[in-house]
């Protein structure tokens, strides 16, 4: 059974900076993809970064250029680095995955395609 336990929200001021673990244990399947995910009040979950097996991974246009995802396979667990946040990337963050997909150029993560989640952690920007 694949769990995946999310940490590192907080709150911090316009500008700030966190970073996000999600820690994943039960995969027995090399190919797979993560997704981080995130949900403000009264909007719908929207896709932020994913990465597969093979590191492939895609950015949404509105965190490009503030948000770096990592891995580290040693320690199953996934980073988000969020650097320059603004009060609009407040939601609670999601971590997702799916075991034999991949990413392909057109693809779009969608919260349908992904079985597995955690808990979410909740990340606050004041302006």
């Known amino acids: 059974q694949v769990e995946l336990v999310e940490s590192g929200g907080g709150s911090v001021h316009a500008g700030g900076s966190l970073r996000l673990s999600c820690t994943a244990s039960?995969?027995?399947?090399?190919?797979?993809?993560v997704v981080w995910f995130r949900q403000a009040p009264g909007k719908d979950r929207e896709w932020v970064v994913p990465?597969?097996?093979?590191?492939?991974?895609t950015y949404a246009e509105s965190v490009k250029g503030r948000f770096l995802i990592s891995n580290d396979n040693a320690k199953n667990t996934l980073y988000l680095q969020m650097d320059n946040l603004k009060p609009e990337d407040t939601a609670m963050y999601y971590c997702a995955a799916e075991v034999d997909l991949r990413l392909w150029i057109g693809y779009f993560p969608r919260k349908q395609d992904f079985p597995y989640w955690g808990q979410g952690t909740q990340v606050t920007v004041s302006s």
């Open positions: 039960g995969f027995m399947d090399t190919i797979y993809c």
């Open positions: 990465i597969d097996s093979d590191n492939t991974t």
